[in-house]
Nanobody, 114 residues
Framework: QVQFVESGGGLVQPEGSLRLSCVAS????????MAWYRQAPGKQRELVAS???????YYVDSVKGRFSISRDNAKNTVTLQMNSLKPDDTAVYYC????????WGQGTQVTVSS
């Protein structure tokens, strides 16, 4: 069974940066498009960035120019570099496939506040 373990969140001031990491375990062939999602209290989970095997990327408009997603296929990891953070980025961040499976990790909390 594939499991995702997220790390790297924390409390950061506006305009600060964080780097989130995700390790996918139990993966036989790490070929699927990967994605980072986030969910704020009272809101739906939303996809914020995705990266396919070749390295091509997609970003939701609200994070374009600020976030960068990447992957290491040899290590089954996906990373989200977040710069110029805003309070609206506050959420629990999860990784999963871009077409997600019902195997969500605990996520990692990102809080952007002064």
């Amino acid at each position: 069974q594939v499991q995702f373990v997220e790390s790297g969140g924390g409390l950061v001031q506006p305009e600060g940066s964080l780097r989130l990491s995700c390790v996918a375990s139990g993966v036989i062939s790490f070929r699927q498009t990967m994605a980072w999602y986030r969910q704020a209290p009272g809101k739906q989970r939303e996809l914020v960035a995705s990266v396919w095997r070749s390295g091509g990327t997609y970003y939701v408009d609200s994070v374009k120019g600020r976030f960068s997603i990447s992957r290491d296929n040899a290590k089954n990891t996906v990373t989200l570099q977040m710069n110029s953070l805003k309070p609206d980025d506050t959420a629990v961040y999860y990784c999963n496939y871009a077409t997600p499976i019902d195997s969500w990790g605990q996520g990692t909390q990102v809080t952007v506040s002064s």
